[in-house]
């Protein structure tokens, strides 16, 4: 049962060139009453159910606290219709005619009757008012001896708790101190679970992620999106955030080629290179004033850096850039000899004045070829792992005896706008593993450690992977399993009592190992080639008593539900679950406590989830050995 | 209808903004709310000392004649020159809560009712004193008296409050046709001066005939005529009805022109 109902709503308000408010000037200046139509809103329509939580977000001027006046009928649409069931209260105001010289309790009959309630019904909830607003000492004081926040405060009880069925608020939840806002979003909380709607204006995007089941985003009075609040806040901060790229690039699409002022830096081994007063496009005059410098190791300049451009992923000279985009930084110089003397170097620093990346070409074993007269040299990096924010570029060149030439300290600021809502300067690759889907095999606390080491090894190479089978061959229950990869026959070890397999499947050479556990097989299991199937080998880096430490209540068994596909040469340690209809690439090995859901598709060493089926690797008999780096980083990409 | 049930339904809000007009009027000076009662004994010594002894106008107990016009009198004018600018001063309030709008106009005529109320203490004392024999039937009729004033301040005050927020020169302009309002009303005279042939132009004036039932009342000490009550009351009715049309019809924008 939808409470709110709005319906093709439209809005327009008159903006006047040059209103005559009085007679006079509207009677002599009659033509300046020119004014112009704004639509405010353009169509906007839903309907919220009892109960919903709807948030309202888009950038200042969209319309959006327009809409949410129009809810509470303090204006009226032009066109349109609006109907809302019940009582409404809206907190669009705190504090509506408080009188500072009464006392907070008279305030709160004022305040409270502003909203409609009677005297009855504010005798009833005074109680409540007062203890909400944790003001029982100074309620009788006169509200102009209280502090803001007390004020804030009061206003709030008496807002929140005016009983109604919708809810209409507007940007006022940041009042008081964080323990007071905690409150009132718990008392929200209570009042959205007792099935009051509300409808939340806001720019903050967080509160509306986690307060809100659904969201409209109102851009230029038009509603651009009305779905799941994540959803809409997504979209909302990319577009923002697109926005914002947009306007530095068009506000920097110039890089000031402005001479940059020249920093020395200090040098604790060698004696400072007197670097005043750089021209750079007179290289020639700078070296005449360097040496009638009276500085010991004075560096000839025979090398300056003329400019530096920095260049987006479209190769465009800009000083702003997408989180996450290439960036190049050419460092142009001239240079009056060939030389590969040189040691050239960036640095990112953030405003705050934190180093957050250096490196110079001689740090990493780079000998740069210069040749005389103009060239220039550039770094760059496919992805820009900056978090939105403003950062400095220093440059640098140096002889290789490590005397500066030229230091040029905040040459520029750029700007970075990521559409990540981390927080901090750097981006870090990461992702997250989500214990649940082990869950039935592994207590989730063991196995939060076991996917750090997955995470770790998922640049398993060759050697790394023979370690790995080496050291399992230490375990003593792997050790004879390992022997048998290459057998022809279906091979049991341990009791044959404790395989569970239906008729239908279809497995060739493969080896069953139930020393420590029981193995079923659904139906149409296929398996390729030499498949292993391995009981009880919880994680191959622990042997004996600290698997029995760490797992103790881990059960050992593989269980492989109908229509698994097997692929040749794959080896399964249990205990591990694989669902309907799931593939095993070949070659790859499945590791203890893996929980394969119903259609993915595992691949690799060890193996992971693959996006689709055309992801499985191909023709690779052996794959398991034979399995590579590339591949590998290629199923990392879909992960 | 609907209205009048919203009206109702915010009635503490009235009371609030009533007495927080009456608190808020003396607050911080020395006399406080004794002022009500101040103000009014000061205009009449202003009075007897002008007209007994500078001005003689020839009427027995001028003072009193006059007093018991001027009172009811200033409660109209400070309901409509006040009233007119009661919605733009609480612009914070229409801007952004909701209400019944008319719970502003209506407020504020209603605590310029209840300061003329507790000035009719002041007159009482004063009639008894001067030894004016008051009719008891006439006395029972004071109440209908001041209630069609106070229907007819509150249409008047409607009409303007709103119009006001879209044509502010009407505040001003209010002074100068209430002045006028005024020496065209008998107040300072009795209606039996005016010429013959002008008189029935003070009939439209819906403020004659309630000026003239109140001095029946405390001046002569008779019952007011059936015909004076009736002819305010209609006039009063009348300026209500349109007060509450024009006002319906304005207050929709109201948000947006503040």
Known sequence: ?????????????????????????????????????????????????????????????????????????????????????????????????????????????????????????????????????????????????????????????????????????????????????????????????????????????????????????????????????????????????????????????????????????????????????????????????????????????????????????????????????????????????????????????????????????????????????????????????????????????????????????????????????????????????????????????NFATIQCNEVQETDLSQSDFNQMLLKAMEDPIIKKNIAMINTNHIRVFGSPDRIKMSKTANMVNTLFNTVSGDIAIGEYVFAGHNVSLITGTHDIHCTGEDRQKAFPTAGNDIIIHDGVWLGSNCMVLGPCRIEKDAVVAAGSVVLPHTHIKPGEVYAGVPAKKVKDISQRKEGTANGRFNYSRSDNEKNRGEL | MKILKEIFDYRQMIYSLVRKDLRGRYKGSVLGFLWTFVNPLLQLVVYTVVFSTILRAGIDKYYLFLFVALVPWIFFQSSITGGSSSILSQKDLVKKIYFPREVIPISYVTSCFVNMLLTFIIIFIVVIISGVQLNFLGVLCLPIVMLVEYILALGFAMIVSAVTVYFRDLEHILGILTMAWLYLTPIMYSIDMVPENFRHLFIINPMTPIITAYRDVLYYGQVPHINTLLNGFILGVVSLIVGFLVFGRLKRHFAEEL
Request: hydrophobic share 35%; glycine share 6%; with cysteine.
């Open chain 1, 1 to 445: 049962m939808s409470v709110i109902e709005v319906k093709d709503v439209h809005k327009k308000f008159k903006v006047y060139y040059d209103k005559g408010q009085t007679l006079k000037e509207r009677l002599l200046f009659k033509n300046r009453a020119y004014h112009e139509d704004r639509w405010v809103l353009n169509g906007i329509s839903f309907s919220v159910d009892a109960g919903e939580t709807l948030g309202l977000i888009g950038e200042n001027g969209c319309g959006k606290s327009t809409m949410l006046k129009m809810m509470t009928k303090i204006m009226y649409p032009d066109k349109g219709e609006i109907s809302i069931k019940g009582r409404v209260s809206s907190l669009i105001e705190l504090g509506a005619g408080f009188h500072p010289d009464m006392s907070g309790r008279e305030n709160i009959y004022t305040n409270a009757s502003i909203f409609g309630l009677t005297k009855k019904e504010i005798d009833r909830r005074l109680d409540d008012i007062i203890s909400f607003s944790e003001l029982e000492e100074f309620i009788d004081n006169p509200v102009r001896t209280y502090s803001s926040g007390m004020y804030m405060r009061l206003a709030f009880s008496v807002a929140i708790n005016v009983d109604a069925d919708v809810l209409l608020i507007d940007e006022i939840l940041a009042v008081g101190d964080a323990n007071f806002q905690a409150k009132c979003y718990n008392h929200l909380r209570k009042l959205k679970s007792k099935g009051v709607t509300i409808v939340l204006v806001t720019h903050d995007t967080n509160t509306i992620e986690t307060f809100c089941n659904k969201a409209i985003w109102i851009n230029e009075g038009k509603m651009m999106m009305y779905d799941k609040s994540s959803k809409v806040v997504d979209a909302y901060i990319n577009y923002m955030n697109e926005k914002r790229y947009q306007q530095l690039a068009s506000q920097r699409i110039n890089v000031p080629v402005s001479e940059p002022e020249s920093c020395q830096e200090e040098n604790q081994s060698i004696e400072v290179t007197q670097n005043r007063a750089v021209n750079s496009n007179q290289p020639e005059e700078k070296q005449h004033n360097e040496k009638s410098s009276d500085k010991v190791n004075v560096i000839p300049k025979e090398m300056a850096i003329t400019k530096v451009v920095l260049k987006n992923s479209e190769g465009m000279e800009t000083l702003a850039f997408r989180g996450g985009e290439s960036i190049s930084i050419e460092i142009h110089y001239h240079s009056l000899k060939n030389s590969d003397e040189y040691n050239f170097g960036i640095a990112i620093w953030s405003p705050e004045g934190n180093r957050i990346f250096g490196t110079t070409t001689h740090d990493e074993d780079l000998t740069i070829e210069v040749s005389q007269g103009d060239g220039f040299i550039c770094f760059s990096t496919d992805k820009l792992q900056l978090l939105s924010g403003q950062y400095l570029l220093h440059v640098a060149v140096a002889s290789l005896k490590s005397d500066f030439i030229q230091y040029l300290r905040d040459y520029c600021t750029f700007e970075v706008v990521s559409s990540s809502k981390s927080v901090g300067l750097f981006d870090m690759q990461h992702k997250w593993v989500i214990s649940d889907d082990l869950k039935g095999i592994q207590k989730k606390s």
